[in-house]
């Protein structure tokens, strides 16, 4: 964060701040340093950065005013929703604006025969089932933070959640979405119909991270509650054999809702912290969720038994009914709060390995928790290999938040060498951005610039994250970037 | 030298139209080229895309040459590239359940290898048997009754190796199911019929097989019958792979429901006790709705299929559509279709697809009365919120229908994508796009 401030004078913020005033009132300018530190940083604490004003819209058209403005003044700019994420997405931009979308948080439409619902982008992601639920529907997408965080957020994000395996992330769940570009302009991207026609520019904005555009309104689908739900728990000794399962049930026939894995350290941070049940001295514990049609569930369970039995499972229930249930996931759900109570501090890393990789990354993640010398806790959404190792470190022991930085790096590189990702639902952001390259070429980079180009040409929209160096746009198509200023970049801007 | 010699140096098969030593797998392509061009590797479509951008000549992938038919006509280009010879499953890892193929194998051939990991592609194309190739598919995002579950292409690719209008080769997207590392353009190839990019290879999710399938057709009297219980469905605890509602024509000419008005086409897969169970549920809750249920085996059911899938594009009709439509409208646009004059001077036959929101039409009619057709499914789409294309248009009608509906406020952003990715138009962009 060494970049240098603009240099904007006095009179010209105070402009700036008559002008925002005028546009949206008094009460939705925040411009008081006491006030701004709240902005400072997302879920991703360290880093932060002070924006110059923080707005509040409460409308499309309010969200298109603010950003004509900063297109007239070329004023960098960073959608912020309730400021969960993970990845630094929601970082302020320095001597820029923040837009948080938290007042637009009305639900605008409920069409059950047509299975959509339309919100604006701060609504959290819990209300929508909440406004469904009593017609037998709900939203998919269940991201851990979902009774907090908001659907602009998992939008940016494209977030998943623990039933994605079978549902999918949330580009299947949105159908449309009405987005203010970075010029100010209003567009419509997709509706209310399930599939659209010519390029598939939703699927580019859904996952985007906030660079393409400000989402103002989103078309949700909704999908029907399922007849019936079983949660088997299973304990085993090895955490191997809990990852043979997963593959062995896929590999059957049945896609359940959701898989999860949780190894020893985790298990026994979540038995300490809300005693779920789980068996202290397991290596491993899978929880497996299925639900559909009843027949179908009714005979997927005992050959879901018979897969885990096979593969070693020590022990194997069945949830007798809801409250079970609900105990089963509580430890899960708690896991990573629970860390809290074993570790002063800990680093929340989340990367993607193909399924039968398991065995060797969890190996490789073992390995580098005894070179660094720190404690790696395993959990995971086990059915789409994406991981979530916590590195348990002191923060009063000097150095250690940096090795356990380093060994966070470290994981996402194996992830890589095994043919994963570096990220399956918490964003590249300014975290990551430095990993990309792990993964892509500069051609390849160059080619994911020419779209963020084709959406934003002044780089204007939540510039420095993803994209690891400064790219412009000032040749259309296919030369090299590097020999033109990005125009954020001669004011200052970070990268 | 000329362009066409130096670039047919740079493949070892080409072929120069009207040279006499036609190779039999060209198609009939409607429109011009100089030579065209087999490459066997992706290093050879860099080379030759690299060359054709520097010269500024057009070049036109394709593969099976299944679905010419669809976007507006190409006009004259310097060179056809077929990826016919890129044909290849190259990886298969059936525990991740994910593969890798290159684009110029065919649909049914790469289905027919991970089956025999018990595995399954979910597509079910036009063309899927008479040589549908998987570049084809991600190209057009044409999908079929199956989509009712799997969804189409989009939803099925991961990750894509392509070659840009420029020449360089580039891999996007990933071999897991979960990655949000960077825009998704994997996703963006699909539907942009080869305007982008040039496709080397695709990686996709795969499925497994389930073990018990049936397929049932109910026959109703009447729309209101007929939309009443495919609403019942709808809302039921059934989960089908396809669901399919044909009006009285096409109920009859696919001998589904042979003199019904409508006809619901289920098809269930699973374990057998769920199948069972799922089509009692669907007998109860239509019980006194429908005129006659019938209940297929696999077998028994091909044909029926077969002729779903290939609708509207083998009906020999004037044109064909494609609506996108919210659910509830798709099914509601067989009676709009059906009652509306002006549609009366032509014949029309009309598959709705509902989880999807999927209208498929066809219309044969003669001039005046074709238009005139075409106009109307427009504004009802329109109306409907919802998106139109044309294909397949007789071409007589061509000047007075084009392939593509509105695109609405998307059209100048999906421009900007193409100036972006292509800014010498080297791949043929009025396959999409009309002249400003």
Known sequence: MDSQAVKRTDGWKSRIASELVEMLGAGAVISADDELIAYESDGLTGYRVKP???????????????????????????????????????????????????????????DVPNRVVVVEPGVVNISVTDAVSAEGFYYAPDPSSQIVCTIGGNVAENSGGVHCLKYGVTTNHVLGVEMVLPDGAVVTLGGPAPESLGYDLLSLVVGSEGLLGIVTKVFLRIIKKPQMVKTLFASFERIEDAGASVSAIISSGVIPAGMEIMDNLSINAVETTVGAGYPRDAGAILLVELDGPGAEVSAQVPAVSGILRENGAIEIKLAADE????????????????????????????????????????????????????????????????????????????GESEKAEELSGEILRVCVEVGGSITGEHGVGFDK????????????????????????EEGLCNPGKVFPTPRTCVEPGMKKPGSETHPAREMGELF | MSHVTE?????????????????????????????????????????????????????????????????????????????????????????????????????????????????????????????????????????????????????????VRAVRADGEIINLGGKVVKNVAGYDIPKLMAGSLGTLCVLAE?????????????????????????????????????????????????SSEFAA?????????????????????????????????????????????????????????????????????????????????????ALSGVTVRCLSRPARGVALVSVDGDGEEAVRAARFLENLADSLGGRIMFSGIRRELRERIKAWGSFGEALFLMKNIKRRFDPGDILPGEKIFDAD
Request: hydrophobic fraction near 40%; include cysteine; charge should be negative.
């Open chain 1, 52 to 110: 110059l004003f923080v707005v509040l819209p409460s409308s499309t058209a309010e969200v298109s005013q603010v950003v004509e403005l900063c297109n007239r003044e070329k004023i960098p700019f960073v959608p912020r929703g309730a400021g969960t994420g993970l990845s630094g997405g929601a970082l302020p931009s320095r001597e820029g604006i923040v837009i948080s979308l938290s007042r637009m948080n009305r639900i605008l439409d409920v």
């Open chain 1, 433 to 456: 951005k430095g990993f990309l390259p792990l993964m892509f070429s500069e051609q390849e980079i160059d080619t994911m610039n020419l779209v963020r180009c084709a959406f934003d």
């Open chain 1, 323 to 398: 409250s079970e249930r609900e105990l089963f996931w509580k430890g899960r759900k708690s896991a990573f709060a629970a860390m809290g109570k074993i570790s002063p501090g800990y680093y929340v890393q989340d990367g993607v390995i193909p399924r039968s990789t398991l065995a060797r990354v969890l190996g490789e993640i073992g390995e580098l928790g005894r070179r660094y010398g720190l404690r790696v806790a395993n959990v995971f959404h086990a059915g789409d290999g994406n991981l979530h190792p916590l590195v348990l470190y002191d923060p009063e022991v000097e």
């Open chain 2, 202 to 250: 695709a990686t996709f999710r795969l499925y497994p097989r389930q073990p018990f399938s049936r397929t049932l057709v109910l026959g109703f009297d009447s729309h209101v019958s007929c939309s009443q219980a495919a609403g019942a469905i709808f809302a039921a605890d059934v989960v089908p792979t396809c669901f399919e509602i044909l009006d009285g024509r096409l």
């Open chain 2, 257 to 341: 429901a042979p003199g019904a008005k409508r006809s619901v086409l289920l098809k269930f897969d699973s374990f057998e006790e769920a199948v069972i169970e799922q089509i009692k549920q669907v007998r109860e809750i239509t019980s006194g709705k429908s005129a006659s249920f019938i209940e297929m085996g696999d077998e028994d059911s091909k044909e029926l299929w077969d002729s779903v899938r290939e609708f509207p594009f083998s009906s020999g009709a004037s044109f064909s559509s494609k609506l996108t439509l919210p659910v509830t409208a798709s099914v509601e646009i067989l009676s709009d279709i059906e009652s509306d004059p």
């Open chain 2, 7 to 159: 670039l047919s140096r740079m493949v070892s098969n080409f072929h120069v139209p009207g040279s006499g030593d036609a190779d039999s797998g060209v198609p009939e392509f409607g429109f011009s080229s100089e030579v065209i061009l087999y490459p066997e590797t992706v290093e050879e479509i860099s080379r030759i895309l690299g060359f054709a951008s520097q010269k500024g000549i057009r070049v036109f992938p394709f593969a099976g040459g299944t679905k010419l038919f669809l976007g507006n006509p190409v006009g004259a280009v310097g060179a056809a590239l077929s990826l016919r010879r890129l044909g290849r499953v190259l990886f298969h890892e059936p525990s991740d359940m994910v593969s890798t193929v290159e684009c110029g194998m065919e649909v049914r051939e790469f289905q027919n290898a991970v089956g025999c990991e018990n595995q399954l592609f979910p597509v079910d194309p036009p063309g899927l048997n008479s040589g549908a190739t998987v570049g084809g598919l991600v190209s057009t995002n044409l999908c079929g009754p199956m989509s009712t579950r799997y969804g189409t292409c989009r939803e099925l690719i991961l990750g």
